[in-house]
């Protein structure tokens, strides 16, 4: 089946009678997760309300994510469950949105006939005409990136809460040779630093306690000669009790001027994830990183001596091809060093169009998987030593809710990230508390008096995109 492209100008957005539902499923980063709130609030405006019940809604659609194959595998296995829907109302419009959305046409030949509409990161702006085509039975595909589109005007919808993401950014221009993000989602553009900021103070006077402004590489932001480091500054004076966090550094573009910056003020979190992929120059040469292990030594040597109670997170891949047990071993060296407090750890997985696609994916699985455990058994135990140096002290923690575990405690972060476990004692969610720490394990702080049996409840499971 060939779908027909569709021009969206020539659909007429007809006035709902009542208001249809939108029920929308996001895989991976947290940039699909702000993309999201930019799709409900496009279709908001056109009369749609989000359900979370995937049986009563009108339009099913899934944001999805193409950085591994396997984040792949789950939106292909979910789309099943969407086709059975659509078997019990033929009415219902499937949707697939964002990353995935180029290749997947070639997917749609195997799934069938069932998916509707196939609608690019760039191109969510003609969702509502899309879905009034499918309507009249039209299927349509809008799969086009753009050099532009930042979709800077549109407020996200974002329900009531302490924590807002914020792009600041789309697409990517590093073009690290593993990567499908320029592919998919484009090259880089920054929004307007003003509309960055009315949007925080907005978020600001709805009661948000803390923000995250996200991009594939928030130190490229650029806006009429203001950079990263300039906005941070200007954001974080906007209301000084909010937290601010950012995601994600290149160990490329991380200046002295934004190190500064981070640690001139209380409330810019001492919190950086900085992605270093491998410990070995010659892997990152052919990842096409542009830093060799050495750069990214004396980068948090810097960072630290700015910031000494700054808290680490990276990226590691493992298997990348011609990897050898050489390179894994100066991996696994890095990490002892720099003793970051914890690692998302992937398996490489070829991803087509990429540089590396043409490389021979010469790691055998079994070694990848055993690479891969070695790297989280060490991560694991760095972490609980850097947890362990916390006992005893008191952090600042900001209270985000109930904790999963137990009814009569709470969970909330330290400006560091960590989660902590801490009694309720009447404490109201959203306000700041200095809890002093008795014991910890490798992925969460325990305040006195909570559960024992929560010592052993937390693993860190490495993330998936
Ligand atoms: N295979 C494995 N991991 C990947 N990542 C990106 N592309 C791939 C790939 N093809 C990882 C990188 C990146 C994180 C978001 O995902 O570590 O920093
Ligand atoms: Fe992908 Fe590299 Fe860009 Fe990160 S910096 S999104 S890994 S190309």
Known sequence: ?????????????????????????????????????????????????????????????????????????????????????????????????????????????????????????????????????????????????????NYDGITPFRTDGLSAWISIMRGCDKFC????????????????????????????SRGFKEITLLGQNVNSYNDNKCDFADLLLMVSGINEKMRIRFMTSHPQDMSEKLIEAIASRENICNYIHLPVQSGSDRILNLMNRNYSADHYRNLVKRIKKAIPTVSLSTDIITGFPTETEEDHVKTL?????????????????????????????????????????????????????QNKAIVGQTVEVLIEGPSKKSGADYCGRTDTNKMVIFPKNGDLIGEYKNIHIERVNSATLFGANTLKILEQAHVNIPQEG
């Open 1 to 149: 089946m060939c779908l027909p492209l569709f021009h969206y100008h020539d659909i007429p957005i007809r006035p709902m009678q009542t208001k249809r539902r939108v029920y929308i499923e996001t895989y991976g980063c947290q940039m699909n997760e702000a993309d999201t709130e930019i799709v409900v609030s496009i279709l908001q405006s056109t009369g749609y309300v989000r359900t979370d019940k995937l049986s009563t809604a009108d339009v099913l659609l899934v944001n999805t994510c193409a950085v591994r194959e396997n984040a792949e595998q789950r939106v292909i296995g979910r789309l099943g469950d969407f086709n059975h829907q659509k078997k019990i109302n033929p009415n219902v419009i499937v949707g697939v949105l964002g990353c995935m959305a180029k290749h997947i046409r070639n997917d749609i030949m195997v799934m069938g006939d069932f998916i509707d509409l196939i609608v690019g990161p760039d191109e969510y702006r003609k969702l509502p005409a899309l879905i009034e085509s499918a309507l009249e039975g039209e299927k349509g595909i809008a799969v086009k990136l753009s050099r532009v589109e």
């Open 333 to 385: 060296d890095l990490l002892k060093e720099i003793r970051f407090d914890g690692a998302f750890t992937f398996k490489y997985s070829p991803r087509e169009n990429t540089k590396a696609w043409n490389m021979n994916d010469d790691v055998q699985e079994e070694e990848k998987v055993r690479r891969l455990c070695e790297i989280i058994d060490l991560q694991r135990s760095i972490s609980l030593i």
């Open 177 to 204: 040779s593993f990567c499908v993000v320029p592919f998919t989602r484009g090259r880089e553009r920054s929004r307007t630093l003003s509309n960055i900021i009315k949007e925080v103070e907005y978020l600001s």
